[in-house]
């Protein structure tokens, strides 16, 4: 009897954590969101892309080419929290 509610306890406890590590990023994401108002306007023409390439690289002083890499809330909260990941994304620091 005692077993049974016991194995009922950590089970429980077992998906409230695991809830609550899979909604804290969308969360802090959707607080993020929360402090921008209105949404941003997609580029009609692509005609500055070189441009904003050569600022971008001058202002990282580096001739590398530019990448745009996909950023979730879960690798945010992962990159965020590891302290021991490799730092192959140089926008990242």
């Known amino acids: 009897m005692i077993r049974a509610?016991?194995?009922n306890i950590?089970?429980?406890l077992s998906c409230a954590?695991?809830?609550f590590?899979?909604?804290l990023p969308l969360d802090l994401y959707a607080l993020g969101l929360s402090n921008i108002e209105g949404r941003l306007a997609i580029p009609l023409t692509t005609e500055s892309v070189g441009v904003d390439t050569a600022v971008l690289q001058k202002a990282f002083r580096s001739h590398e080419p530019i990448e745009?890499?996909?950023l979730n809330p879960w690798t945010f909260m992962f990159r965020f929290s590891c302290e021991i990941c490799p730092d192959t994304?140089?926008?990242w620091t």
């Open 10 to 12: 950590v089970v429980a």
């Open 21 to 23: 590590t899979f909604r």
């Open 68 to 70: 745009v890499r996909v």
């Open 89 to 91: 994304d140089r926008g």
């Open 17 to 19: 954590v695991a809830a």
């Open 5 to 7: 509610w016991l194995r």
